[in-house]
């Protein structure tokens, strides 16, 4: 838990200095495509692992030397010290608890927003039953246009009754391109071809593989601010790209794609929230923008086929590679038991002050086996024998600390020269900056004399590039009020073709009516009829029975 924390931990801070350059970057280059690019390897950096970890901050481990364990044996607090430590391991097992409830609640937090996307998502599904696939004619003409973008196959088109922006869906089945129908009778051709070329540059970018980046990014990554921020800048970077990459086709139908996407907002008046695997058209804060780039500003041009392996080449070590520490062994360092003797070694040659008594005692030197007594009695300085035997570790421990001061005066020295160096280059660098700076700042100003020499033409540019937006924000007020004025009226032809219907309706039913009253009239003047035949037919019935019975009365008088 504690290495998965720590990753994350560190890809959040390199997203962070990576999102860092790609705002840089989009601020002094002006090009959509590398700063989507750039947006998308923030992103990437958040899900990458640790693959090539690279060491590239030190730092000192310490190394415990075998000879300091017979010196921590005499003292009794290193011993219940050392006793201790397993207590403390338990005790930072037992804090991981806290941990895990952090990571359960990032769970949880992923979990929520996966079932949000999960509702979206089938909720734009069930909204999609009502599609119907375009004719044959339209299909063949996206198909003429994704060649033209560079596609071998184009999405399938369909249309939908719904309000909805056009959109590339990812689908079971394959990509479909999904255009609304009323939308489709609005556009003209050329304003129509301008917003299909959009959304087939979206399918050759590959950009609904980055709505799934997207998505895995701020699943995990749901609590850091930067991803949403980034996914922001994101889909800006991306709908630019394609906006310079439908005017490189389409040089001269500026005018009409941006009338196109002014008709598209009117449309979409009240825009739904889209599933995180569709790729629309823009959102609408963003329109103003977008028009000036596409009416004021010339596409650029596609970066070359070397410069994009180069970038990806970069951009797959930084992703790749994860900075970490390397752990240096202190060598000289460890022996700290000895070196923290030496402070207190100093003061045994302090006996030898006094030089006279060595003299006297010279005959007592056959009590040399009592020597080994000398370390188990360490508080009797005063015994002679003491210095001969602890001068050697003493002279150890000077030469020790000597070579440990030459060492960290070579380091010192070795710092000093780095910053030295570090400053000299960004002296430098502050002054070829400076000199760059002097010379763009004259040619500014010989530029601008220009200008004052020959005119306000700048003035009148920026004049008329604010009159090409008024017109712009006009045509936007015209075609809302239009598509307003559109809608009353099929709302009131709506109403006439029902008034009609239920005339009509009101028609059909009086004259069934009348129609039913003539069939019954007709049917009881043929009962009528029929009863007078009857009758008739009984009566000579009768007259038949009575000249029978006259016949069989006379042939029996026979």
Known sequence: MEALTHVAATNAVLAGLLALGALLVGRLVRRPPLTHALWSLVLLKLLMPPLLPWPLFERATPVAPPAAQPVTNSPGPLTSAAGAMPTAAQAASAGLSGTEWLALGLLVGAAGFLGVAWHRARRFRRLLRGARPAGAFLNRHVQRLAREVGLRRAPALWLVPARLSPLIWPSLGG????????????????????????????VRRRDYWVRYLELAAIAAFWWYPLVWWARRRLHQAEEQSCDEWVLRLRPRAARDYAEGLIKTVAFVSAPASLPAPATGAGEARDLEQRLRRIVMQRPNRRFARPARFAFAAVALTGLTVFPGWADRPQAEEPPPAPSEAVPALPAVPAPPAAPAPPAAPVPSAPPAPMVPAAPVAPPAPVVPPVPAVEAPDAALAAQRQEQR??????????????????????????????????????????????????????KERMQAAQEALERVRARLHEVQEQALAHQQQVLERHQRTMEHARAAAERAHAQAEAHQRSLEKKYQAMERELGKQLRAMEEQVRKLHKRLERLESDRSER
């Open 405 to 458: 001061l030459q060492s960290e005066e070579r380091r010192a020295l070795r710092r000093l020269t780095e910053e030295e160096e570090r400053l000299a280059a960004r002296l430098a660098a502050a002054e070829r900056e400076h000199t760059r700076r002097l010379v763009s700042a004259e040619k500014e100003w010989a530029r601008l004399k220009q200008e004052q020499a020959e005119g306000s033409a700048g």
């Open 175 to 202: 990509l479909k391109l999904v255009l609304p129908a009323t939308l489709l009778r609005i556009l003209s051709t050329e304003e129509r071809d301008a917003l299909l070329l959009h959304e087939l540059v979206h």
